[in-house]
Structure formats: C-alpha cells, structure tokens
C-alpha cells in the first residue's frame, strides 16, 4: 500500500472519523508511503495546483503527445525527462490530469487541513457551494438535505454561490450599463470562469481593459461570509480544479481558504456513511433564477440580459451577447476581437464545454446537469436579484444602501486584473 491514492483514502478515512491525530502521532502507521506524497497531503499550501506523483517513465512517444496535451505551455519536460506543471502558468483545465496513462499528476488535495479545522472546532468552517450542485449528488438530493449532509460532516453551513452570482449579475448589469454607450463598445464578462479570466490576462492582456474589474461570485461569497463572520474559515465546493489556482491569486486569497470538488466530497460522504438524501431537510438559500443558471455556458449572458433591462427597461443600446464554449472556442472568440471582428458587445467564455456542469470533477453528465441547474431555476422564487429582498437585505448587511452603490470602488467586489 504506497500509492498516493492508497494514502490519499487511508488519511481522509482518518481525517473523516475523527483519528487523524492518532494516525500522525504514530509514525509507523505511515512508514510505508511516500514522503513526498504525504507532505503533498499534509502540507498542500506548500505545493502547485497539480502536482506530479512520480517519474515519468513512459514510453517516449506519450512522452511526446504529454509535451502538447496543455493550450498554455505549462507542461515542461525537466532534464531528467519528467514533466512538470509550472505553476504560475497552470489555469487548472485538468487535460494533463486526465491525459495522463499512468496516473502520475493530480490536482492538489486540501481534505486533511480542512478536516483538521473541522475537528479541532477552533473557528466556524463553512461550505461555498456551486451554482453547478443540483443533481451532482442524486436527484433526490435538495440543497436542504445537501446541507444536513455538510453539517454531518461537520461544517458550520453551506452557503449557496448562486446568491453571490446574484449579486455579481447586479454589479455586472451596471457595469455594462455604464460602460456600453457606443455600438463600438464590448465588455468581457469577468464573472465565473477562471481559465477565461486567466487566458485572458496571460495570453491577450491587452484586452483586460475590457474586464469589468468584478470579483467570481466564489470570492464575493467568501468574503461576504467573512465580514459577516470575521474569524470563519471558507471552504469553496465545486466541479472545477482551476478554482484551486483561482484561490490562491494574491489579489484575492483573502477570500477562499480551501476548495473540494464534487468528487472529493462524495468521497467524504461515502467514507464517514453519510447518505444526503436520507437526510432532513434544512433552511433553504433564496437565489433567483439569474444566479442559478451560472453553472451553464450563456447563463451569465441570460442573467445579466434580464437583470439589464429590469433596471434599465429604456436603454437605447441593446445588450447583444456572444458565447464561447471550451478553451478552442475561448481562444477563436478572443482572436476574432483583436481582429476586430465582433457584432456582440457582451462577451462570455466557459473554459470547460458545457460551462461548470461540463468541469473535470462532475459527477453526472454535462447536459443532465445542465438540465438539473436549469429546472432549479425555473424554480426560483425570484427571476433577477432586482426582484430578490434577500439579495436586497444581504446588501444592506454588507453596507450596500442601494443596488446602484455596488459600482463603488471598495475591496468586498473589486479585484485588481491588472
């Protein structure tokens, strides 16, 4: 037993039952693991986002396709013939993870030191869920039985992303308003997608000017929850290894201090016999359909669109929106805009086909999620957070007297892209 994965299930067996410390006190239950791969568990704040396990002793025609499998040239073949991930180029797609044959790169893993916070009770941990949840865990899973399930694992809460999105959808629909005043002008959406975001500021920096200087609706979340909540520890949940890197950008690390995906809390799940749907329903999030729909390729588009005219019903220059699906599709729309080739003055880019119900840590297929996220919509009570009084009301608990004093220039939604 000395695999990294065969460790990576005997510590979260540990750390889920609550014998973690026992398992570290006594050395000689560790003897046969890796070094390395426990300090990459042990430890993941000291380690890149994806991490190689091993040597890479593959033949040298896979060597060849590993050299071209990443769209940003972050895979770099050492002199030993190994590849390594450079970190501050990574954007988290997972293609080398999934492209690799003999298992050897993972993302990183943050599972021991959030249990570790769990279990030592020394602050409120709370879960930030993603938009993309719905059906993820079984049908039969309501966000409220979803978050029993995280309260059984011991966690504080689950807060749903979805009613930051609204907020963002808000900030995003003035910010266009404010921009947009000629036919000439575009904005790039800067709301969910972090590998859009950061194929943007890495390959086509020149077009950042036309990022609104907005915050992921993960960051608002956090940090909402820590002016709230001062001395809370944040948790962010969802189908997406490049939120891993997204939380570690200086800029923004005040935010999120670890993320799971869905695997690795159905993982959880199934090691300490938690069976959410099983469980009781708990109180309820009261996001509107705009926030929602993020989990989905044009969802942001539709969101802000109707959250647009809801607070602008005479605007003369109309919201004209374009979408790119996947990385492929990412680059071609951002190439046509510097060719000056675009009839759209909404941009938005989804690094994974699909949007997030298509990311590399989904549990069920891309169209039912999207499917399941779309119904979980139509089901809102509100149809854009103009409508919603308790986006209204967490707005005034965070100092926000007005929809329209969200365009101010403070640190809670701000980031700087520059």
Sequence with gaps: MNSFYDLY??????????????????????LDFDEHHLDCLLN????????????????????????????????????????????????GCSKCIESCIKENIT???DLLPIFELINNDVAPVYAMIAPAFMGQFSEDVTPG?????????????????????????????????????????????????????GMIKKVYNDLVPHIPPSVSPMVACGRSIKKIHPEAKTVFIGPCVAKKAES???????????VMTFQEVK?????????PKNLEEDLRDHSSKAGRIYAHTGGVSEAIESTLY???????????????????????????????????????????????????????DKEQGREFVENYGEEAQYKTPADNPY?????????YETIETLLKNDNMFIRNMF
């Excluded at 979803?146 to 930051?164: C, D, H, P, Q, T």
């Excluded at 570690?248 to 670890?258: F, G, H, L, P, Q």
């Excluded at 959880?268 to 016999?273: L, N, R």
């Excluded at 986006?391 to 100092?399: K, N, Q, Y």
Aim: with cysteine.
């Design 267 to 275: 993982d959880c799940f199934k090691i300490a016999g938690i069976d």
């Design 44 to 91: 993941p704040d000291k380690h890149p986002t994806v991490i190689r396990l091993g040597n890479c002793d593959c033949s040298e025609e896979q060597k060849e396709k590993c050299k071209n499998i990443c769209e940003f040239n972050a895979m770099v073949k050492d002199d030993d013939g190994n590849f390594n991930v450079i970190d501050d180029r990574c954007l």
């Design 248 to 258: 570690r950008e200086k800029d923004i690390a005040d935010s999120t201090d670890y």
């Design 310 to 364: 809801r607070l602008r019903p005479d605007r003369k220059i109309p919201f004209k929106s374009k979408q790119a699906n996947g990385v492929p599709q990412c680059r071609e729309l951002l190439n046509e805009i510097k060719e000056g080739k675009i009839t759209a003055n909404f941009l938005e880019g989804m690094g994974c086909v699909g949007g997030c119900v298509g990311g590399p840590k989904i549990i069920i």
């Design 107 to 109: 993302d990183r893993k």
């Design 391 to 399: 986006v209204i009301e967490l707005l005034h608990r965070l100092g």
């Design 145 to 197: 039985k979803l978050r029993s399930a995280f309260k059984a694992l011991g966690f504080s809460g689950m807060i749903e992303v979805a009613l930051f999105a609204d907020i963002l959808t808000l900030k995003e629909a003035l910010e266009f308003d404010h921009s947009i005043k000629t036919d000439e002008d575009f904005l790039l959406t800067s709301c969910c997608c972090p590998m859009w975001i």
């Design 9 to 30: 299930y005997h510590l979260l067996d540990s750390a889920v039952n609550k014998t973690i410390d026992d398992e570290l006190k006594n050395k000689e239950n560790l």
